[in-house]
């Protein structure tokens, strides 16, 4: 097994279920800590979710804690940041996850649907990021991976608030690594296209197969197959990667 992550910190937002539960597990397995970042009002049973995710790590001989937060919300966040530095000392990799669906045509759509998504999606990448540049810094090899998605440069029908708020986070990647650069730290972001997750299973089955028919490869992605690639992009084997969104999508885009 490869312990690129060795002796690292990382902080995964949203990591009780899907694509960060994976994460948080895959980021284990490469050596580092890990802080699950939950949201304690959130759609599952959230606590107990988040504290499952500890539990398998450590049982598995690694290191992890649970720390609660919307990441929405900036007080929130300055406490989740300061709560995972006196828990584990530090923070070496951040990786903005948290994400959720409010679909609707722009027509049907609210201005509380579009803020919910716009603030929970992008302003909690800008709030998470501007919040863990001090212990990034410090750490000296720093790394922020950010989940974006193919829904961006798709355009799927109802998404418009998602995939604004997905596309907000290209451009944010590619600027931020540009401010950071010299700070050591590392800024990327992955496109996934459909994962099987919780989120994926909202999607009506014959909608969502017929987009499976446009898949080269024929499936979803495994949650495990996108932890893989950011890994890849937290760790030193990425070492001259920045301001990038890779994409993960079966060879669909
Ligand atoms: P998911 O299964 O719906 O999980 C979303 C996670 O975000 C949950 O852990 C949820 O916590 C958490 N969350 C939601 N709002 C939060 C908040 N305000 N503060 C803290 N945590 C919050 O989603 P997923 O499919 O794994 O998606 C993970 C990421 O990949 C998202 O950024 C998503 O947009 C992106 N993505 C997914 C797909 C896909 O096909 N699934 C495709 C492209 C991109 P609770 O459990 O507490 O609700």
Avoid at 231 to 240: C, M, P, Y
Wanted: proline fraction near 2%.
């Amino acid at each position: 097994m490869s312990r690129e992550l060795e002796g690292r910190v990382a902080v995964v937002t949203g990591g009780s279920r899907g694509i960060g539960k994976a994460t948080c597990i895959a980021v284990a397995e490469a050596g580092a800590s890990v802080v699950v970042n939950y949201l304690e009002e959130g759609i599952g049973v959230n606590r107990n979710d988040a504290e499952n995710v500890v539990k398998e790590i450590v049982n598995a001989g690694g290191k992890a804690v649970a720390i609660p937060a919307d990441v929405s919300n900036e007080d929130d966040v300055y406490a989740m940041t300061d709560e995972a530095v006196k828990q584990c000392g530090g923070g070496d990799v951040l990786i903005n996850n948290a994400a959720i669906l409010r679909d609707k045509t722009v027509k049907k759509m609210s201005l509380e649907d579009w803020d919910a998504v716009i603030g929970t999606n992008l302003t909690s990448v800008y709030l998470c990021s501007r919040a863990f540049l001090d212990p990034l810094e410090i750490s000296g090899r720093g790394a922020i991976v950010s989940i974006s998605s193919i829904s961006a440069q798709m355009g799927f029908f109802g998404q418009a608030n998602y995939a604004a708020a997905k596309g907000g986070i290209v451009a944010f990647t590619r600027v931020l690594a540009k401010e950071v650069a010299r700070k050591n730290i590392r800024v990327n972001a992955v496109a996934p296209g459909l994962v099987a997750t919780d989120m994926t299973q909202t999607i009506p089955e014959d909608h969502l197969c017929k987009m499976i028919e446009q898949i080269p490869m024929g499936r979803l992605a495994r949650p495990e197959e996108i932890a893989n690639v950011i890994v890849f992009l937290a760790s030193d084997k990425s070492s001259f990667v920045s301001g990038q969104t890779i994409a993960v999508n079966g060879g669909w885009l």
